[in-house]
């Protein structure tokens, strides 16, 4: 029996912008495992958020792993800033670049670990031959854009299929989207191995509470 703990990566989409740094701190006391960073461009999804700018100021303010989640198209232009901005892994949409075997190769090629997000809709068997490329699978469980959408069901049998075809490989299952702590206990049972929370981390001030309750 593994007695791995699932990490919580607190997605600071719903922190409040305007004190990023302190919220960052904050989920870094209360004992966040990640950073989740969601990166949108209005383009790919239908949403704006932060660049590069913004993760190398927010780098000065936690030692925690910055898992910057790329929601963009094109994505390889931009994929040297995040990393010199200070990213740890880089995620990038399997739907958002003709060549994903190039692209991961870039971000590998900069010294950051390399991810690959599946939409809802997108079949696992994307990723089955670049796995060797791969540090961290992220499913999507809602469709990226915005924080605060209900868990999509299907994501479930996704995670537990990756799992199977990932095997004894060193590659992480993140799940992102509509993860509260109900929801939590079905993705960790399916194979999940880091939980993507924006609303349920920061919707009250005791973020510490709220990362316990989804462990
Ligand atoms: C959605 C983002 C998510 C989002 C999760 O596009 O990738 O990280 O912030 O928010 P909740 O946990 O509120 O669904
Ligand atoms: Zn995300």
Known sequence: METVMVKIAPSILSADFARLGEEVRAIEKAGA???????MDGHFVPNITI?????????????????????????????????????????????????????????????????????????????????????????MSVNPGFGGQSFI????????????????????????GGIGPDIAKAVTAAGADVLVAGSAVFRTADYAANIAALK
């Not at 537990?160 to 993140?174: S, Y």
């Open 153 to 176: 069901p299907a994501a479930l049998e996704k995670i537990a299929n990756i799992k199977t075809m990932i095997g004894t490989r060193a590659i992480e299952i993140e799940v992102d």
């Open 33 to 39: 495992d990640y950073v989740h960073i969601d990166v």
């Open 51 to 139: 660049g590069p700018a913004v993760v190398k100021s927010l780098r000065k303010h936690s030692g925690l792993i910055f898992d910057t989640h790329l929601m963009i198209a094109p994505v390889d232009p931009y994929i040297p800033a995040f990393v010199e901005a200070g990213s740890d892994i880089v995620t990038i949409h399997a739907e958002a670049t003709p060549h994903l075997d190039r692209s991961l190769q870039l971000i590998k090629s900069l010294g950051a670990k390399a991810g690959v997000s599946l939409n809802p809709h997108t079949p696992e068997s994307v990723i089955r031959y670049v796995l060797d490329k791969l540090d961290l699978i992220l499913v």
